[in-house]
């Protein structure tokens, strides 16, 4: 009997409808169009506005698009997966949120913090339920409204991040097809880098922390550069090698949407040339654990039967890591 790889068989994305170009960052923070352009890639991304709304309402519509596709009714999701830093709230889980918003009422589910490797480390995960049996259906969820952790003063975090989420739908397949391999890493060392000081149990809010503006994203971006276009880079060639894969056999290169620069010394560094790796960041900036699936999601037309792809990412905490797939349908 042929092994069972989890493959994915539907996605579905969703990004707000509000456009935050360079442009109007130029009217509150001290920066430019020019040097946002040349330093990240970025020219617009996307913000969720609206009172009393969360990641959990970015999710539904991916989650309802995504059920439509695949022609199947959310009570049939056994599990779902909600890789976010940004959740709804601190508890319950946002997965919890979105089964009771989507109708998912057969599913049992968990939130899973990988900052920007999330999505990577949900597939992994969620990749484990499929191939043990367990499950037939689950329901991989990456999105994060990043506008409700950043500091619209601080010009180093806020021309970067933006709000979207997208989710994808494992089954088992048997015709060798799915995620084959993955390696995924993690380094505490990394938290003085890139964090959210307050709210967590260690500091949790006051108005002292409100004051000192300890609730926004921290981050030390020359050092985070450094780390991630290496790691990610290497991360993404080591996964090619071991399955002894060359630029040639790879139909899609699908980097994490951090910075344009680390996408392209990826690209690089893999041998992929630059047609076949996916970019979005102009568009969405980085949407944290939204970023592949929303890649994902607008080049699914793209992709054919069997194609190879590399998945590559990197995060706060430090965390990254590499899945090579192929795709199902
Ligand atoms: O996805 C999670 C992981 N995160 C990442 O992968 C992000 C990694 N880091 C980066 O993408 C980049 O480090 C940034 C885009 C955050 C910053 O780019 P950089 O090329 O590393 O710039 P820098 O921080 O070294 O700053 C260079 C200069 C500084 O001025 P001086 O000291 O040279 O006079 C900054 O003050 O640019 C200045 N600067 C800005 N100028 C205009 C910093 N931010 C801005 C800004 N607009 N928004």
Redesign the pocket.
């Known amino acids: 009997m042929s092994k069972i790889h989890a493959a994915i068989t539907a996605v579905h994305g969703y990004v707000p409808d509000y456009v935050l170009t360079n442009h109007e960052l130029e009217t509150m ?4 169009d020019e ?2 352009t040349t ?2 890639g970025i020219k617009e991304r996307r913000i969720l506005k609206g009172e009393g709304l969360g990641t959990s309402d970015m999710a539904v519509p991916a989650v309802e698009g995504l059920l439509k596709k695949r022609g199947i009714g959310a009570d049939e999701i056994e599990l779902i997966i909600f890789c976010t830093s940004t959740p709804d709230y601190v508890f319950p889980a946002t997965a919890n949120i979105l089964a009771d918003k989507i109708g998912a009422k057969n599913a049992w589910g968990y939130d899973l913090q990988a ?2 490797s999330g999505f990577l480390f949900g597939l992994a995960t969620g990749a484990q339920f499929i191939e043990s049996g367990k499950h037939k259906k689950v329901l991989v969820v990456g999105g994060d409204k990043m506008s409700s952790i950043i500091n619209y003063k601080d ?2 975090t806020c ?2 991040f933006g709000d979207g989420c997208g989710a994808v739908l494992l089954e088992p397949n048997d015709e060798g097809n799915g995620i084959i391999d993955s390696i995924l890493r993690s380094d505490g060392s990394g938290l003085p880098f ?1 964090n959210q000081q307050a709210g967590g149990s260690v500091k949790p809010a006051t108005h002292e922390t409100i004051d000192a503006n300890e609730h926004y994203v921290y ?1 030390e ?2 050092s ?2 450094k780390f ?1 276009v290496t790691n990610m880079a290497e991360v993404a060639a080591e996964i090619m090698e071991r399955n002894n894969l060359g630029p040639d056999d790879i139909a899609w290169l699908v980097p ?1 949407q ?2 344009k ?2 996408i392209d010394a990826t690209a690089i560094r893999t041998g992929v040339s630059a047609d076949k790796v996916i970019i979005n960041i102009e568009r969405y900036g ?1 949407t ?1 654990n939204g970023t592949l699936p929303l890649c994902l999601w607008e080049w699914e037309d793209k992709f054919k039967k069997g194609d190879n792809l590399i998945l590559a990412a ?3 905490g430090f965390t990254w890591g590499s899945i090579y797939l192929k795709w199902a349908y």
């Open positions: 923070v001290d920066t430019n040097w946002i330093r990240t900052t920007c010009r180093a021309i970067i890139l981050q971006g020359k985070v550069f991630a994490h951090a910075n620069r680390i980085n944290t990197f995060g706060g």
